[in-house]
Protein backbone atom coordinates (compact mmCIF):
# COMPACT_ATOMS: atom_id res chain seq x y z
CA UNK A 1 0.00 0.00 0.00
CA UNK A 2 2.94 2.34 1.05
CA UNK A 3 4.76 1.59 -2.14
CA UNK A 4 1.38 2.82 -3.91
CA UNK A 5 1.88 5.89 -1.92
CA UNK A 6 5.21 6.14 -3.57
CA UNK A 7 3.96 5.40 -7.07
CA UNK A 8 1.70 8.49 -6.29
CA UNK A 9 4.03 11.18 -5.98
CA UNK A 10 5.11 10.64 -9.69
CA UNK A 11 1.69 9.78 -10.87
CA UNK A 12 -0.05 9.10 -14.19
CA UNK A 13 -1.30 12.72 -14.16
CA UNK A 14 0.08 16.05 -14.33
CA UNK A 15 1.12 17.51 -11.04
CA UNK A 16 -1.27 20.28 -10.06
CA UNK A 17 -0.26 23.73 -11.71
CA UNK A 18 0.41 27.07 -9.18
CA UNK A 19 -2.08 29.30 -7.52
CA UNK A 20 0.55 31.96 -7.89
CA UNK A 21 4.17 32.42 -8.08
CA UNK A 22 5.03 34.49 -5.06
CA UNK A 23 7.76 35.78 -3.89
CA UNK A 24 7.68 34.47 -0.61
CA UNK A 25 7.57 30.93 -1.06
CA UNK A 26 7.79 29.25 2.39
CA UNK A 27 5.72 26.97 3.88
CA UNK A 28 4.65 25.50 7.38
CA UNK A 29 2.99 22.56 8.73
CA UNK A 30 2.10 22.66 11.87
CA UNK A 31 0.35 19.06 13.17
CA UNK A 32 -0.86 18.92 16.48
CA UNK A 33 -1.11 15.51 17.55
CA UNK A 34 -0.98 14.97 21.58
CA UNK A 35 -2.17 10.97 21.49
CA UNK A 36 0.21 10.13 19.33
CA UNK A 37 3.39 7.70 20.79
CA UNK A 38 6.38 9.80 22.20
CA UNK A 39 8.72 8.68 19.55
CA UNK A 40 6.12 8.53 16.22
CA UNK A 41 7.64 10.49 13.22
CA UNK A 42 5.82 11.74 10.96
CA UNK A 43 7.33 12.02 6.95
CA UNK A 44 6.07 14.49 4.52
CA UNK A 45 6.60 13.36 0.79
CA UNK A 46 6.16 15.51 -2.17
CA UNK A 47 7.42 16.02 -5.70
CA UNK A 48 9.32 19.51 -7.49
CA UNK A 49 10.45 18.73 -10.70
CA UNK A 50 10.63 15.26 -11.01
CA UNK A 51 12.38 15.12 -7.92
CA UNK A 52 10.77 12.91 -4.76
CA UNK A 53 11.03 15.05 -1.41
CA UNK A 54 11.39 12.96 1.56
CA UNK A 55 10.64 15.08 4.74
CA UNK A 56 10.32 14.08 8.44
CA UNK A 57 9.33 15.06 11.89
CA UNK A 58 9.45 13.83 15.46
CA UNK A 59 6.95 15.68 17.86
CA UNK A 60 7.77 18.28 20.67
CA UNK A 61 4.74 18.80 23.30
CA UNK A 62 2.50 16.57 20.67
CA UNK A 63 3.45 19.07 17.85
CA UNK A 64 4.88 18.12 14.53
CA UNK A 65 6.17 21.09 12.47
CA UNK A 66 7.54 20.95 8.99
CA UNK A 67 9.31 24.16 7.45
CA UNK A 68 10.74 24.42 4.44
CA UNK A 69 10.59 26.00 0.71
CA UNK A 70 7.70 25.22 -2.44
CA UNK A 71 6.68 27.11 -5.37
CA UNK A 72 3.16 26.35 -5.57
CA UNK A 73 0.69 23.80 -4.29
CA UNK A 74 1.94 20.72 -4.00
CA UNK A 75 -0.50 17.15 -3.67
CA UNK A 76 1.92 15.45 -0.42
CA UNK A 77 1.33 12.78 1.16
CA UNK A 78 1.24 12.76 5.02
CA UNK A 79 2.71 8.81 6.79
CA UNK A 80 3.02 8.30 10.22
CA UNK A 81 6.00 6.03 11.85
CA UNK A 82 4.78 4.77 15.28
CA UNK A 83 6.78 1.79 14.94
CA UNK A 84 9.81 3.59 14.76
CA UNK A 85 10.93 1.43 11.60
CA UNK A 86 11.27 4.06 9.16
CA UNK A 87 10.19 4.51 5.48
CA UNK A 88 11.72 1.82 3.47
CA UNK A 89 10.50 -0.70 6.72
CA UNK A 90 6.94 0.66 6.08
CA UNK A 91 7.31 0.16 2.44
CA UNK A 92 8.59 -3.42 2.68
CA UNK A 93 5.23 -3.89 4.86
CA UNK A 94 3.53 -3.01 1.53
CA UNK A 95 0.44 -5.47 2.06
CA UNK A 96 -0.67 -3.71 5.93
CA UNK A 97 -2.49 -0.31 5.82
CA UNK A 98 0.12 2.67 6.73
CA UNK A 99 -1.42 5.94 8.51
CA UNK A 100 -1.31 8.69 5.98
CA UNK A 101 -3.12 11.60 5.17
CA UNK A 102 -3.15 13.24 1.28
CA UNK A 103 -2.94 17.06 1.10
CA UNK A 104 -1.90 20.04 -0.54
CA UNK A 105 1.57 21.69 0.80
CA UNK A 106 1.61 25.50 -0.50
CA UNK A 107 3.28 28.59 0.23
CA UNK A 108 2.00 29.46 3.59
CA UNK A 109 0.83 27.98 6.55
CA UNK A 110 -1.22 24.62 6.65
CA UNK A 111 -2.43 23.71 9.98
CA UNK A 112 -3.94 20.24 11.14
CA UNK A 113 -5.14 18.61 14.40
CA UNK A 114 -6.29 15.13 15.38
CA UNK A 115 -7.32 13.93 18.89
CA UNK A 116 -6.52 10.32 18.00
CA UNK A 117 -3.49 8.38 17.57
CA UNK A 118 -3.76 8.73 13.74
CA UNK A 119 -2.43 10.93 11.39
CA UNK A 120 -5.42 9.78 9.15
CA UNK A 121 -8.00 11.40 11.55
CA UNK A 122 -6.18 14.38 11.39
CA UNK A 123 -8.63 17.84 10.14
CA UNK A 124 -7.67 20.80 8.74
CA UNK A 125 -8.16 24.03 10.77
CA UNK A 126 -9.29 27.10 8.68
CA UNK A 127 -10.71 27.36 5.07
CA UNK A 128 -8.83 27.36 1.72
CA UNK A 129 -6.92 24.68 -0.44
CA UNK A 130 -7.46 21.69 1.72
CA UNK A 131 -10.70 22.16 2.85
CA UNK A 132 -11.98 22.42 -0.53
CA UNK A 133 -10.09 19.50 -1.51
CA UNK A 134 -11.34 17.19 1.28
CA UNK A 135 -15.25 18.55 0.29
CA UNK A 136 -14.36 17.56 -3.18
CA UNK A 137 -13.22 14.12 -1.77
CA UNK A 138 -15.78 13.42 0.31
CA UNK A 139 -18.90 13.95 -2.95
CA UNK A 140 -16.27 11.69 -4.88
CA UNK A 141 -15.51 9.01 -2.56
CA UNK A 142 -18.48 6.83 -2.75
CA UNK A 143 -18.51 7.02 -6.47
CA UNK A 144 -14.98 6.13 -6.93
CA UNK A 145 -15.62 3.18 -4.48
CA UNK A 146 -18.61 1.88 -6.46
CA UNK A 147 -16.19 2.24 -9.85
CA UNK A 148 -13.51 0.33 -8.26
CA UNK A 149 -15.85 -2.76 -7.08
CA UNK A 150 -17.29 -2.87 -10.56
CA UNK A 151 -14.21 -2.39 -12.51
CA UNK A 152 -12.79 -5.80 -10.26
CA UNK A 153 -16.09 -7.57 -11.58
CA UNK A 154 -15.98 -6.83 -14.92
CA UNK A 155 -12.15 -7.24 -15.38
CA UNK A 156 -12.43 -11.08 -13.32
CA UNK A 157 -15.67 -12.13 -15.25
CA UNK A 158 -14.32 -10.31 -18.91
CA UNK A 159 -17.12 -8.84 -19.19
CA UNK A 160 -17.72 -7.45 -22.80
CA UNK A 161 -17.87 -3.78 -23.39
CA UNK A 162 -21.94 -4.10 -23.65
CA UNK A 163 -22.37 -5.31 -20.71
CA UNK A 164 -24.25 -4.77 -17.81
CA UNK A 165 -21.16 -4.19 -15.65
CA UNK A 166 -19.65 -1.66 -18.10
CA UNK A 167 -23.25 0.29 -18.82
CA UNK A 168 -23.09 0.84 -15.10
CA UNK A 169 -19.31 1.94 -15.05
CA UNK A 170 -19.89 4.11 -18.02
CA UNK A 171 -23.04 5.67 -15.79
CA UNK A 172 -20.99 6.25 -12.37
CA UNK A 173 -18.36 7.70 -14.75
CA UNK A 174 -20.93 10.25 -15.85
CA UNK A 175 -21.93 10.49 -11.96
CA UNK A 176 -18.51 11.55 -11.28
CA UNK A 177 -18.11 13.96 -13.90
CA UNK A 178 -21.49 15.54 -13.23
CA UNK A 179 -19.62 16.04 -9.66
CA UNK A 180 -16.87 17.72 -10.82
CA UNK A 181 -18.82 20.22 -13.41
CA UNK A 182 -21.18 21.38 -10.49
CA UNK A 183 -18.40 21.78 -7.95
CA UNK A 184 -16.53 24.21 -10.39
CA UNK A 185 -20.21 25.87 -10.89
CA UNK A 186 -20.71 26.26 -7.33
CA UNK A 187 -16.69 27.40 -6.28
CA UNK A 188 -15.61 29.71 -8.81
CA UNK A 189 -12.69 31.52 -7.22
CA UNK A 190 -11.30 27.83 -5.55
CA UNK A 191 -7.56 26.37 -6.96
CA UNK A 192 -9.63 22.79 -6.20
CA UNK A 193 -12.17 24.14 -9.01
CA UNK A 194 -9.74 24.51 -10.95
CA UNK A 195 -8.03 21.31 -10.42
CA UNK A 196 -11.09 19.82 -11.08
CA UNK A 197 -11.74 21.64 -14.10
CA UNK A 198 -8.27 20.30 -15.39
CA UNK A 199 -9.73 16.05 -14.31
CA UNK A 200 -12.93 17.09 -15.70
CA UNK A 201 -11.65 18.08 -19.70
CA UNK A 202 -9.42 14.65 -19.82
CA UNK A 203 -6.43 15.09 -22.54
CA UNK A 204 -8.06 15.61 -25.23
CA UNK A 205 -10.94 18.16 -24.23
CA UNK A 206 -14.10 19.23 -26.45
CA UNK A 207 -12.60 22.81 -26.04
CA UNK A 208 -16.57 23.96 -27.15
CA UNK A 209 -17.15 22.82 -23.64
CA UNK A 210 -14.66 23.30 -21.51
CA UNK A 211 -13.69 26.99 -22.52
CA UNK A 212 -16.87 28.46 -21.31
CA UNK A 213 -16.63 26.37 -18.08
CA UNK A 214 -13.20 27.86 -17.68
CA UNK A 215 -14.53 31.67 -18.41
CA UNK A 216 -17.03 31.26 -15.58
CA UNK A 217 -14.08 30.63 -13.42
CA UNK A 218 -13.30 33.95 -11.45
CA UNK A 219 -10.85 36.68 -13.19
CA UNK A 220 -8.67 36.28 -10.48
CA UNK A 221 -8.28 32.82 -10.98
CA UNK A 222 -8.01 33.20 -14.29
CA UNK A 223 -5.33 35.35 -14.63
CA UNK A 224 -2.80 33.68 -12.25
CA UNK A 225 0.05 31.77 -13.74
CA UNK A 226 -2.17 28.00 -13.76
CA UNK A 227 -5.10 29.59 -15.11
CA UNK A 228 -3.09 30.95 -18.23
CA UNK A 229 -1.51 27.55 -18.59
CA UNK A 230 -4.74 25.63 -18.63
CA UNK A 231 -6.11 28.63 -21.28
CA UNK A 232 -2.96 27.61 -23.43
CA UNK A 233 -3.83 24.10 -22.89
CA UNK A 234 -6.92 24.69 -24.47
CA UNK A 235 -5.50 26.69 -27.13
CA UNK A 236 -2.89 24.02 -28.11
CA UNK A 237 -5.63 21.65 -28.77
CA UNK A 238 -6.46 23.19 -31.63
CA UNK A 239 -2.67 22.76 -33.02
CA UNK A 240 -2.54 19.23 -32.15
CA UNK A 241 -5.30 17.87 -33.71
CA UNK A 242 -5.25 15.39 -36.84
CA UNK A 243 -4.56 17.74 -39.43
CA UNK A 244 -2.36 19.86 -37.70
CA UNK A 245 1.39 19.59 -38.34
CA UNK A 246 3.21 18.56 -35.64
CA UNK A 247 5.28 20.35 -33.40
CA UNK A 248 9.23 19.51 -33.97
CA UNK A 249 11.95 19.34 -31.34
CA UNK A 250 14.99 18.14 -30.36
CA UNK A 251 15.67 16.02 -27.56
CA UNK A 252 18.42 13.54 -26.31
CA UNK A 253 18.49 9.70 -26.22
CA UNK A 254 19.62 6.71 -23.78
CA UNK A 255 23.27 7.98 -24.60
CA UNK A 256 23.11 11.57 -24.96
CA UNK A 257 23.13 12.40 -28.43
CA UNK A 258 20.50 14.65 -29.99
CA UNK A 259 17.21 13.26 -31.89
CA UNK A 260 15.73 15.53 -33.88
CA UNK A 261 11.86 14.45 -34.73
CA UNK A 262 12.27 15.71 -38.53
CA UNK A 263 15.21 12.81 -39.15
CA UNK A 264 11.74 11.05 -38.95
CA UNK A 265 10.50 12.44 -42.12
CA UNK A 266 9.39 9.56 -44.97
CA UNK A 267 8.01 7.55 -42.17
CA UNK A 268 4.64 6.84 -40.47
CA UNK A 269 5.81 7.39 -36.53
CA UNK A 270 4.21 7.01 -33.20
CA UNK A 271 4.97 9.61 -30.90
CA UNK A 272 4.78 7.61 -27.40
CA UNK A 273 4.71 9.73 -23.79
CA UNK A 274 5.51 7.11 -21.31
CA UNK A 275 7.68 6.49 -17.93
CA UNK A 276 8.98 3.44 -16.51
CA UNK A 277 6.81 4.69 -13.10
CA UNK A 278 3.39 4.91 -15.13
CA UNK A 279 1.58 1.69 -14.41
CA UNK A 280 -0.48 2.09 -17.85
CA UNK A 281 2.84 2.33 -19.49
CA UNK A 282 4.09 -0.63 -18.90
CA UNK A 283 1.07 -2.29 -19.55
CA UNK A 284 0.36 -1.65 -22.90
CA UNK A 285 4.24 -1.63 -23.80
CA UNK A 286 3.42 -5.43 -24.79
CA UNK A 287 1.28 -4.50 -26.96
CA UNK A 288 3.52 -1.77 -28.59
CA UNK A 289 6.37 -4.52 -28.66
CA UNK A 290 3.67 -5.91 -31.27
CA UNK A 291 3.05 -3.18 -33.41
CA UNK A 292 6.30 -2.36 -33.50
CA UNK A 293 8.17 -5.77 -34.93
CA UNK A 294 4.76 -6.24 -37.37
CA UNK A 295 5.71 -2.57 -39.04
CA UNK A 296 8.87 -1.86 -38.35
CA UNK A 297 10.08 -3.03 -41.66
CA UNK A 298 7.13 -1.20 -43.53
CA UNK A 299 7.85 2.56 -43.04
CA UNK A 300 6.74 2.76 -39.36
CA UNK A 301 8.58 3.64 -36.39
CA UNK A 302 8.03 4.77 -32.21
CA UNK A 303 9.78 7.83 -30.72
CA UNK A 304 9.32 7.22 -26.76
CA UNK A 305 9.28 10.00 -24.60
CA UNK A 306 9.98 9.62 -21.35
CA UNK A 307 8.63 11.51 -18.36
CA UNK A 308 10.90 9.90 -15.64
CA UNK A 309 12.59 12.87 -13.68
CA UNK A 310 16.08 13.60 -12.70
CA UNK A 311 16.80 10.74 -10.16
CA UNK A 312 15.03 7.77 -12.41
CA UNK A 313 17.56 7.88 -15.54
CA UNK A 314 18.54 3.81 -14.16
CA UNK A 315 14.88 3.06 -13.46
CA UNK A 316 14.00 4.82 -17.26
CA UNK A 317 17.05 2.30 -18.51
CA UNK A 318 16.11 -0.36 -16.98
CA UNK A 319 12.32 0.06 -17.82
CA UNK A 320 13.52 0.12 -21.72
CA UNK A 321 15.63 -3.05 -21.01
CA UNK A 322 12.22 -4.95 -19.52
CA UNK A 323 9.82 -4.17 -21.57
CA UNK A 324 11.66 -5.05 -25.02
CA UNK A 325 11.75 -1.64 -26.13
CA UNK A 326 14.25 -1.34 -29.43
CA UNK A 327 13.27 1.53 -30.64
CA UNK A 328 14.27 5.07 -29.87
CA UNK A 329 13.62 6.75 -26.89
CA UNK A 330 14.66 9.96 -25.52
CA UNK A 331 14.10 12.16 -22.39
CA UNK A 332 15.78 15.56 -20.76
CA UNK A 333 14.74 13.89 -17.16
CA UNK A 334 12.66 16.43 -15.89
CA UNK A 335 9.50 14.72 -15.53
CA UNK A 336 6.54 16.71 -16.01
CA UNK A 337 8.51 19.28 -16.88
CA UNK A 338 9.82 17.48 -20.03
CA UNK A 339 10.16 20.33 -22.57
CA UNK A 340 8.37 18.09 -25.20
CA UNK A 341 5.52 16.92 -23.17
CA UNK A 342 5.01 21.07 -22.76
CA UNK A 343 5.47 21.22 -26.40
CA UNK A 344 2.34 19.07 -26.75
CA UNK A 345 0.25 19.73 -23.73
CA UNK A 346 0.74 16.95 -22.11
CA UNK A 347 -1.20 16.61 -19.00
CA UNK A 348 -1.35 12.57 -18.50
CA UNK A 349 0.57 9.10 -19.52
CA UNK A 350 0.02 7.01 -21.78
CA UNK A 351 -0.16 9.57 -24.57
CA UNK A 352 0.60 9.38 -28.42
CA UNK A 353 0.30 11.16 -31.10
CA UNK A 354 0.28 9.64 -35.02
CA UNK A 355 2.38 11.29 -37.25
CA UNK A 356 2.54 10.71 -41.29
CA UNK A 357 5.39 11.17 -43.57
CA UNK A 358 5.18 14.61 -44.58
CA UNK A 359 5.14 15.58 -40.10
CA UNK A 360 1.59 15.73 -40.23
CA UNK A 361 -0.92 14.45 -36.78
CA UNK A 362 -3.26 11.70 -38.39
CA UNK A 363 -4.13 10.33 -34.82
CA UNK A 364 -3.72 10.89 -31.62
CA UNK A 365 -4.35 8.65 -27.83
CA UNK A 366 -5.03 5.93 -30.40
CA UNK A 367 -5.74 2.47 -28.70
CA UNK A 368 -3.59 -0.29 -29.95
CA UNK A 369 -5.86 -2.14 -31.69
CA UNK A 370 -7.20 1.00 -33.43
CA UNK A 371 -3.19 1.64 -34.38
CA UNK A 372 -2.91 -1.65 -35.87
CA UNK A 373 -6.07 -1.31 -38.20
CA UNK A 374 -5.04 2.64 -38.88
CA UNK A 375 -1.39 1.57 -39.72
CA UNK A 376 -2.81 -1.02 -42.25
CA UNK A 377 -4.86 1.62 -43.84
CA UNK A 378 -2.13 3.88 -44.58
CA UNK A 379 0.36 1.49 -45.54
CA UNK A 380 -2.17 -0.19 -47.64
CA UNK A 381 -1.78 -3.67 -45.98
CA UNK A 382 -4.71 -6.41 -46.36
Excluded at 103 to 131: C, H, R, W
Excluded at 264 to 282: E, H, N, Q, T, V
Aim: proline share 6%; net charge positive; hydrophobic share 40%.
Amino acid sequence: MLKKVMLLLCGAAVPLMSVAQTKNSLFTVKITATKMPEMAKIYLLYQVNGKKIIDSAMQTNGLFVFKGNIDRPRYSTLVCDTNNIGLSGMIKKQHDKPDLLRMYTYPGQVVLKTSTPLIADAGFVGKGINADHFKLEQLLSPVYAAIDKISNLAETAHEPKNSPLNIKLDSLNLVKQAIRRKFVIDNPDSFIALVALNDYAGISPDVAVIEPMFNRLSLRLQHTPSGKEFRKFLSDQKALNPGAMAPVFVQNDTAGNPVNLTSFRGKYILIDFWASWCGPCRAANPELVKIYNEFKDRNFTILGISLDGADAKDAWLKAIKNDGLSWPQVSDLKHWENEVAKLYSVRKIPQSFLIDPKGVIIARDIEPNELMKKLKQVLLIK
